[in-house]
């Protein structure tokens, strides 16, 4: 306008068209940033591809959760396998336990009924047994007076008797006569068989033992104290103890584990005879 004011009109018309130009050429250019921005907005290839990342990010995720899915669900099968079977068997293991300890009871019950049984079984037995034993030793004490009264009266016994009484009587005015040979050997056999083989017992312990020793023995055994035993062998008390200590000391209790005769003597067991049975025992 200023230059057509000044009659420049050429000059009007350039500017005109530079500036007709800009204008244009600024109007295309916000056209051309529309139409990208159009473009970019509503370009459907792009949307396509956008959709398909995300179909693709979505099946992806999809496929994690059913990894992740399967994984725990596989977890849980074989965890659950494993702890069934450890549950059963555990159960089989109580269960075998229970039929065990159930057994063991049964067991125990029948232990103790036939525990039971056999107490009654052992006190009848003990009961009956303790019958027999007082009806023996009734048996025994029974046979043991009568050998004793058959021993009193025994011929030689009384005799023995007799030269005791007599030597002990004030009017005694002679010796007793001792017994003979024959009447010792009597005398012997009969407190062998009334107390159980005694001179046979003692023969068997000391055959070193000589006939006199084995008489002087008896005399002890049915009772006679020392004056009795001097009043019988016509000897005096000193040579008694004289002779019945050499006679414990080197036959009957070499280690001295008697005080006397006497007691080493009575300590003589019963005979009891060897037969085969009892070898073969």
Do not use: W
Not at 91 to 112: F, G, T, V
Not at 205 to 234: F, V
């Amino acid at each position: 306008m200023l230059r057509e004011a000044q009659g420049d009109y050429k000059g009007a018309l350039e500017y005109d068209k530079k500036y007709s130009e800009s204008l244009l050429k600024i109007a295309s250019n916000i056209e051309r940033d529309k139409i990208a921005k159009l473009d970019k907005q509503y370009n459907t290839d792009q949307i396509e591809r956008e959709n398909q990342q995300l179909k693709i990010k979505q099946q992806q995720s999809r496929l994690y959760i059913l990894v992740i899915v399967i994984i725990v669900v596989v977890a849980t099968f074989v965890t659950y396998t494993i702890l069934s079977r450890r549950r059963k068997r555990i159960l089989d293991a109580m269960r075998q336990q229970s039929e065990d300890i159930s057994r063991l009871q049964q067991n125990a019950a029948l232990l103790m009924e036939e525990k039971i049984k056999t107490s009654e079984r052992e006190m009848a037995l003990a009961a009956g047994f303790n019958d027999k034993s007082r009806e023996l030793n009734a048996a025994k004490n029974l046979i043991f007076d009568l050998k004793k009264r058959l021993l009193l009266n025994n011929r030689v016994v009384k005799k023995v008797q007799e030269t005791i009484d007599a030597a002990k009587s004030p009017k005694a005015n002679r010796q007793p006569e001792p017994l003979s040979d024959t009447e010792m050997s009597e005398l012997v056999a009969a407190v062998n068989d009334c107390y159980n083989g005694f001179a046979n017992a003692l023969t068997a312990q000391y055959p070193s033992l000589t006939d006199s020793e084995i008489y002087l023995c008896c005399l002890i055994k049915i009772g006679l104290d020392n004056p009795g035993l001097c009043a019988i062998l016509g000897i005096s008390d000193n040579a008694l103890r004289k002779r019945k200590y050499r006679l414990k000391s080197s036959k009957f209790d070499p280690v001295s584990q008697f005080e006397t005769l006497d007691e080493a003597i009575h300590a003589i067991l019963p005979f009891r005879p060897h037969n085969g049975n009892d070898e073969a025992a």
